[in-house]
C-alpha cells in the first residue's frame, strides 16, 4: 500500500461511499489518513441509563422516543418529554420552556444527551439536556466499535466528521487497516526535518499514530498541533508564491509629487485623519515602487476609506504610462500630447473642465459588491472631482452612466454600453466604476493602472485576479473591507496583500450608543427611538429571518420575521410612521427603490434582513433595533450598527435577546466596551468559534486549520517558514511534495 494509491484500490467503496468521498474530496489513502478525528471521546465519561442516579451529570448517547408537548397542569408552562434508550434502560427526558427542542427530534433518532439526573428515585428523569444529532450511535455497550481493536487505549477513542453514507466507525476501522498494512513505514513527510524540529512538532508518521489512535490525550493535541501548522504553511505557501509571481509581472510606475496631492484634498470639507494620509501615503508610495502594488485597507464602516481611494485615484488619473520601460518619463497632470486625440468623438467644447482631458492616463476601476453601492460611490466621485476634466463611467448591469453630461456639466447622464466601453477602451474615461459587470470581457482599458475593490470578502480571490489582469501590465490593487478580521485570519486569507488600518474615526463623530435590551425592556427602547422620529430621524429594525414559516406562536425560539415585525410594529407600535421592508428575496430593482424612497425620507423605518446590503448611506437613520441579537457574531453586529454613524447626530443600536443566558449577555456587552471592531472579531474568534467569522469560508481551512488561527504563534510561524522556503525556492522544484499540496490548494480555491 502507497499514499498516493487509491482507495478503490484497497477497500471495496460502494456507491453511497463513492459519493461521500467525492463530497469530502477523498479519493487516496493518503486523503483518508489526512481526514483527522473531529475530536475524541472519553468512554470513562459515558453512563449507561441503568447505572443512571439521582444528581448525576450524565451524557447518554441512544435513541429518543414518544416525543410531545404539553402545558404544566398548574402553571401552564410549556413543556416537551420523551425518553432515551440505551441498549440498558430508558429514561425520562423532558424540556421546560423550550418544547421547540422536541420539535427538532423525531421519535427514533439517535442521541448524545447531556444533563442533570432529577426527579425522585424511581421517577428519574434528565432535565432540560442538551442534544446532539448522531447519524448513528458511536459507541455500543454491547457491541463496543473497539472491541479486539488494541490499538486503542480504551479509554480515548476518535470521533470522525461523518457524512452521509459513510460512519466514523468506518473511518476508524479503514484507518486502522491502513495502518496494518504497513503505510506508517512508507509515508513521506513534506515539512523538512528542520522545521518540525525547530517548532518541537512530530513528524508525519508519529503526528498520524497519534491523531488516529492516540494513547494520550497530550500525544493527540500534538498531533493536532503538527497537522494545523502544516494546513496554515501550506496555504501560506501558495500566497507566497503568489506573490512572487505578481513581484514578477510589470506593472505601471509612478510618482506623484506632494503638492499635487494636496491640491486635491485640500478641497475635502473634512482634514484627513493621520490614518488616512498614513494610507494614502503607503499606496503612493507603492505606486512609485517595482512592484504591482496588492494591499487590502480594513478599517471600520465610516473610517474614511472612500476619500482613500479616491485621493489614490486621482493619482493615478492624473499620471502617464512610462513611454517604454527605460524611458521612465512620469509627467504629473494632463499631458500636452494630442496625438491620440485626432480619432475621438466630438467633445462640447463649451465645457472648459473637459477641454483638458487627457487620454493617455492611467486609468482606474472601482469595483463594488451591489448596485447600490456602486452607485453611491459613483456620486461621491463626482463631489470629488467635479472641479477636474476627468469624467467618471458608471457601469452596471442595469446601465450605465458617465459624468459630465454633455448637455449639463453640472450633472451625470445615462449613456449606451457601446459608448461607454468605447470610451474607456480609448482612455476617454480615466475613472471606471461599476459592479461584477467590470470585469466581463468586452470591458477593455487603454491603459488600467489601478484596481479598487470595496468589501472584498463578496469578491472570490479569482475575481480579484481577473480585474487586476485587464491590462498587460499588472495593475495596482487595493481591496478596501469594512470586515473586521483578525489579524491571524487577514494573514492567512489575504497573505499575498499588505495590510493597512484605517483605526481612527474621524474626528466630531458621535461615537454610537449600544443598549443590550433583555425582555421586557422593549418599552422604553420603543419609546426612545419613537422620540428620535419624531425630531426627524429615521431608524433600520433588523430582523434574522424574512417569513413567518412557523405558524406555532408557541415557538419557543421566535426569531422574529421582517414581513411579521413589519406589521405588528405598524399595528402596534410606530402606527403614525411610514414602514418598509427590504430583503434578500426582493429583485434589484425593487430594492433600489425601497432604498431610494428611504433615503429620501418617505419612509421612516425600515424593517429588513441582515443581509442588506452594508455600507448604505443614510445618514439620517441613527437608529438601528437588532432583534434576535445573540444570533449574530459581535464583528457582524458592530458591521450591522455601522449603517447609523454616518450623520451628525447622535447614532443609537439596541441589541435586542430574549436570551436569558447570563453568558449571552456578558458576549453582547463587549459590544458596548470595545474599541473598535478589530477587538470584536478577536473576541468572535477565541469565544464562538471561526466557523462564522468573515472570511473564514474564504480561507479554505478546514475545522483544523481553522482553530489553528486562534494561535497567532503558530500563524506566524508558518508564515515564516514558508515565505523562507518560497524565496530560496520559487517554484517550490527543490520540494514536490509541498508543491503538490499547494496545487491541491489552489483547486480547491477555484472550485468556489
Ligand atoms: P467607509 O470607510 O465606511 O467607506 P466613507 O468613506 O463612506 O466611510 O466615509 C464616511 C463619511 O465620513 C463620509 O460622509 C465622508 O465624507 C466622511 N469623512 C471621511 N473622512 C473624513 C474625515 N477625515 N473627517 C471627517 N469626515 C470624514
Ligand atoms: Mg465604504
Known amino acids: 500500500m502507497n499514499q498516493k494509491d487509491q482507495l478503490t484500490d484497497h477497500f471495496r467503496i460502494d456507491a453511497p461511499h463513492k459519493k461521500a468521498f467525492a463530497r469530502l474530496r477523498i479519493a487516496t489513502v493518503e486523503d483518508l489518513l489526512y481526514h483527522l478525528p473531529a475530536r475524541y471521546e472519553d468512554i470513562t465519561d459515558i453512563t449507561s441509563v441503568s447505572g443512571l442516579v439521582k444528581g448525576q451529570d450524565a451524557i447518554v448517547y441512544g435513541q429518543i422516543g414518544g416525543l410531545k408537548s404539553r402545558r404544566a397542569w398548574k402553571s401552564k408552562r410549556p413543556i416537551a418529554e420523551g425518553w432515551i434508550e440505551d441498549g440498558s434502560a430508558r429514561i425520562k427526558v423532558m424540556w421546560f420552556n423550550q418544547q421547540y427542542i422536541a420539535k427538532m427530534l423525531t421519535d427514533g433518532a439517535y442521541v448524545k444527551m447531556v444533563g442533570k439526573v432529577t426527579g425522585s428515585e424511581g421517577k428519574l428523569y434528565i432535565a432540560n439536556p442538551e442534544v446532539e444529532h448522531l447519524d448513528n450511535l ?25 457524512t452521509k453514507g459513510v460512519t466514523s466507525k468506518w473511518f476508524f476501522h479503514t484507518v486502522q487497516k491502513c495502518f496494518a498494512a504497513g503505510i506508517l513505514d512508507t509515508v513521506r513527510d513534506p515539512i523538512p526535518h528542520s522545521i518540525l524540529k525547530r517548532y518541537n512538532l512530530p513528524e508525519l508518521a508519529t503526528a498520524l499514530q497519534w491523531i488516529h489512535t492516540p494513547k494520550k490525550a497530550e500525544h493527540a493535541e500534538s498531533a493536532r498541533k503538527r497537522f494545523a501548522f502544516e494546513e496554515v504553511f501550506y496555504i501560506q505557501a501558495q500566497k507566497a508564491m503568489e506573490r512572487e509571481a505578481a513581484n514578477a509581472a510589470t506593472t505601471y510606475q509612478f510618482k506623484t509629487t506632494k503638492k499635487h496631492i494636496k491640491e486635491f484634498t485640500d478641497r475635502f470639507p473634512f482634514k484627513l485623519t493621520n490614518s488616512q ?107 470629488y472631482f467635479h472641479h477636474l476634466p476627468i469624467q467618471i463611467g458608471l457601469i452596471t448591469g442595469s446601465g450605465c452612466m458617465k459624468f459630465p453630461s454633455k448637455v449639463d456639466p453640472t450633472k451625470p447622464t445615462k449613456i449606451s454600453r457601446a459608448q461607454l466601453l468605447k470610451w474607456v477602451k480609448n482612455g476617454e474615461i480615466p475613472i471606471l466604476i461599476g459592479t461584477h459587470a467590470l470585469m466581463y470581457k468586452s470591458v477593455e482599458f487603454k491603459h488600467l493602472g489601478y484596481v479598487i475593490i470595496d468589501e472584498q470578502h463578496r469578491f472570490g480571490t479569482n475575481q480579484r485576479k481577473a480585474l487586476a489582469k485587464k491590462d498587460e501590465r499588472m495593475a495596482h490593487l487595493l481591496s478596501m473591507t469594512a470586515t473586521p478580521i483578525p489579524r491571524t485570519l487577514a494573514l492567512t486569507v489575504y497573505g499575498d496583500l499588505d495590510i493597512t488600518l484605517l483605526d481612527e474615526m474621524p474626528s466630531g463623530r458621535k461615537p454610537i450608543i449600544t443598549k443590550v435590551i433583555g425582555p421586557g425592556q422593549e418599552k422604553e427602547m420603543y419609546d426612545h427611538v419613537r422620540n428620535e422620529l419624531e425630531d426627524g430621524r429615521q431608524a433600520y429594525v433588523i430582523c434574522p429571518r424574512i417569513d413567518e414559516p412557523d405558524p406555532d406562536k408557541a415557538s419557543a425560539l421566535r426569531l422574529k420575521s421582517v414581513k411579521a415585525e413589519a406589521e405588528r410594529l405598524k399595528k402596534h407600535v410606530f402606527q403614525d410612521y411610514e414602514i418598509a421592508v427590504l430583503h434578500g428575496k426582493m429583485k434589484p430593482a425593487e430594492k433600489d427603490a425601497v432604498m431610494k424612497r428611504f433615503s429620501d425620507h418617505e419612509i421612516d423605518i425600515l424593517v429588513a434582513t441582515s443581509v442588506v446590503e452594508v455600507g448604505v448611506n443614510v445618514p439620517n437613520a441613527t437608529n438601528i433595533i437588532i432583534e434576535g441579537a445573540e444570533r449574530f457574531g459581535l464583528s457582524q453586529l458592530h458591521q450591522l450598527r455601522g449603517r447609523v454613524i454616518r450623520g451628525t447626530h447622535q447614532p443609537y443600536c439596541f441589541a435586542v435577546s430574549e436570551s436569558k443566558s447570563e453568558k ?33 469560508k474564504q480561507s479554505g481551512l478546514t475545522d483544523l486549520g481553522m482553530k489553528a488561527i486562534k494561535n497567532m504563534k503558530l500563524v506566524e510561524a508558518a508564515r515564516t517558514e514558508a515565505q523562507k522556503l518560497v524565496a530560496k525556492d520559487t517554484e517550490l522544484d527543490k520540494h514536490p511534495l509541498i508543491k503538490a499540496k499547494v496545487a491541491q490548494i489552489g483547486e480547491t480555491l477555484h472550485m468556489e
Open 138 to 162: 458511536p459507541i455500543d455497550r454491547h457491541d463496543s466499535i473497539f472491541q479486539n481493536t488494541e490499538a486503542v487505549d480504551d479509554t480515548i477513542y476518535p470521533v470522525y466528521r461523518e
Open 277 to 383: 494620509n498614513n494610507a494614502i501615503a503607503e499606496i503612493l508610495k507603492n505606486f512609485n515602487g517595482k512592484h504591482a502594488m496588492g494591499r487590502l485597507l480594513e478599517g471600520d464602516v465610516g473610517s474614511g476609506k472612500t476619500a482613500v481611494a479616491a485621493t489614490t485615484a486621482y493619482a493615478v488619473a492624473t499620471s502617464r504610462p512610462p513611454e517604454g520601460s527605460k524611458n521612465n518619463v512620469n509627467k504629473v497632470g494632463p499631458c500636452n500630447d494630442s496625438s491620440t486625440r485626432s480619432d475621438l468623438v466630438e467633445y462640447d467644447a463649451g465645457i472648459p473642465t473637459v477641454t483638458d482631458l487627457d487620454w493617455g492616463n492611467l486609468q482606474v476601476a472601482y469595483m463594488a459588491p451591489t448596485e447600490i453601492l456602486a452607485k453611491q460611490h459613483f456620486e461621491s466621485f463626482i463631489e
Open 664 to 696: 449571552t449577555k456578558e458576549r453582547l456587552k463587549a459590544l458596548t466596551t470595545a474599541k473598535n471592531g478589530f477587538e470584536l472579531a478577536e473576541h468572535d474568534l477565541q469565544f464562538r468559534g471561526s466557523g462564522e467569522l468573515y472570511g473564514a
